[in-house]
């Protein structure tokens, strides 16, 4: 599978975010990196607005079920990962890009980061 995350839109880096950020908070429209998969495998951007994270999505599409989600449908290490990871304001860009591309990659995602 292929991801596209666009820099413009990505929120990252700046405490704590989720798969989109509502219109009416700080970052309106801006998504963390699984906000980007949400919608590449199917989830509409009402679906997933205001949303934290993977395990608190109404009905996850069987990819982020079997790839983010614990048989308890909670997050699993590696979603944890990936969103630590996206949300650290310790690391840079450069350093953010490089990880989350190896960890996408683990779970047969290609990304590609634009802008």
């Keep these: ?3 596209v995350i666009d820099r ?3 929120k990252r880096g700046v405490g704590e975010s989720g798969l989109l950020m509502p219109k009416d908070s700080e ?6 990196c699984l906000g980007f998969l949400a919608r590449e495998t199917g989830h509409s951007r009402k679906s997933i607005s ?3 994270t993977p395990e608190d999505l109404c009905k996850p599409k069987k990819f982020i079920s079997e ?5 308890n449908a909670h997050n699993n290490r590696r979603c944890i990962k ?3 990871v ?12 490089s990880t989350l591309t190896k960890l996408f990659k683990k779970i047969g995602v290609n990304v590609k980061f634009t802008h």
């Design 1 to 3: 599978m292929k991801l």
């Design 8 to 10: 413009r839109k990505w």
């Design 27 to 32: 970052y309106p429209g801006q998504m963390c």
């Design 50 to 52: 205001g949303v934290a």
């Design 67 to 71: 790839h983010l989600l614990k048989a």
């Design 82 to 84: 990936l969103m630590s």
């Design 86 to 97: 996206n949300d650290s304001e310790q690391i840079s860009d450069t350093k953010r890009e």
